[in-house]
């Protein structure tokens, strides 16, 4: 190779080598180049590229032996496609809504009356808030409510960071609104299929669930990855959320769900959740931030069975 000078087209992404002492061009691919073709192909769902020959693609132990060590080319490849780092993935996520919460799955009294647009960008103040945890100004809208199992909508927001307790908001990478299902599923605004995300998690996953009036919740523990879909459920114990059993509350034996009562949007339950919003509600019918049980409604069962047993808790999600 000191015949030659590799040189590296940026544009193309392509290298070349031009000879040292004979005036000589040589095009080829090399493990980086091949890398972003492997790129572009993922980025672009793409069913494949036209490549360079690679029928070069092995490295011998020594020189003329005939023993191979290594296809560095193909390694490239395998990398780019099997990283799980790599930009494109879906969230597969279960939780629960202590509020909405029967006994076995969620109601879905809201569904015919749910907003076709995503609730967290609401007037400011919040009812006394200035700002919501769950402020979000981004899109996020449906033509009609796509699925009868729809209970409301739901803000997932990720975190890229080594762990959970490093997962403060500053963190964050993307925030996408999303529908929570009667069985605990939260998926994309079609109704059925998995929240899709393009970014790049440089170190561990967390993800972030809030409701409007519900406690917001964090994975506890690195998301298990397998094909394309990162798989939570905050639900099976109270180990699931940051926090344990102060993140989360049992809504069932054996199931865990996030804390009802929080009308103002801070991720407390305190006082203000009960006079800025209940007091001013009370009486009355429709999607409103005081119907602590979501059953349409705002009455004394929303303060006496949802708002005070949750008083004097917060959300465990790092600040
Ligand atoms: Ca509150
Ligand atoms: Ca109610």
Redesign the pocket.
């Known amino acids: 190779m000191n015949l030659f000078t590799r040189t590296w087209e940026d544009q193309v992404k392509c290298p070349y080598l031009l000879g040292n002492t004979i005036n000589t061009f040589v095009s080829y691919d090399d493990g980086e180049s091949v890398m972003h073709k492997a790129q572009y192909v993922k980025d672009h769902n793409a069913k494949g590229v036209i490549i360079w020959e690679i029928t070069g693609d092995y490295i011998e132990t020594v020189p003329g032996s005939g023993i191979i060590s290594g296809t560095p080319l193909l390694d490239s490849l395998i990398a780019v496609f099997t990283d799980p780092m790599q930009d494109h993935f879906e969230l597969q996520l279960k939780a629960y809504l202590d509020g909405a919460f029967n006994g076995t799955q969620m109601t879905t009294a809201l569904n015919s009356i749910l907003p076709l647009s995503h609730p967290f960008n609401p007037a400011l103040p919040y009812f006394g808030n200035p700002m919501p945890d769950w402020y979000y100004t981004g899109a996020g809208a449906v033509g009609a409510i796509p699925n009868p199992n729809v209970v409301d909508w739901v803000l997932v927001e990720l975190r890229d960071a080594a762990t959970a307790a490093t997962a403060i908001k500053a963190t964050m990478v993307a925030q996408m609104p999303g529908f929570i299902l009667n069985n605990g599923s939260i998926v994309s605004l079609d109704g059925a299929s998995n929240l899709q995300f393009s970014n790049v998690i440089a170190n561990n996953l967390w993800v972030v669930i809030y409701h409007r009036n519900h406690e917001s919740i964090m994975n506890a523990n690195v998301i298990p990855y397998a094909s394309g879909t990162f798989t939570y459920d905050y639900s099976t114990g109270v180990g699931q959320t940051y926090g344990g059993a102060a993140g989360h509350k049992e809504i069932t034996p054996g199931v865990w769900g996030m804390r009802s009562g929080d009308g103002d949007g801070n991720c407390d339950v305190q006082n203000a959740d009960r006079d800025n919003v209940w007091d001013i509600q009370a009486g009355k019918t429709g999607y409103l931030p005081s ?9 004394n ?2 303060k006496n069975d949802k708002w005070r047993p949750n008083l004097g808790t917060g959300s465990q999600v790092p600040n």
């Open positions: 119907d602590y049980n979501m059953n349409r409604q705002t009455n069962v929303d």
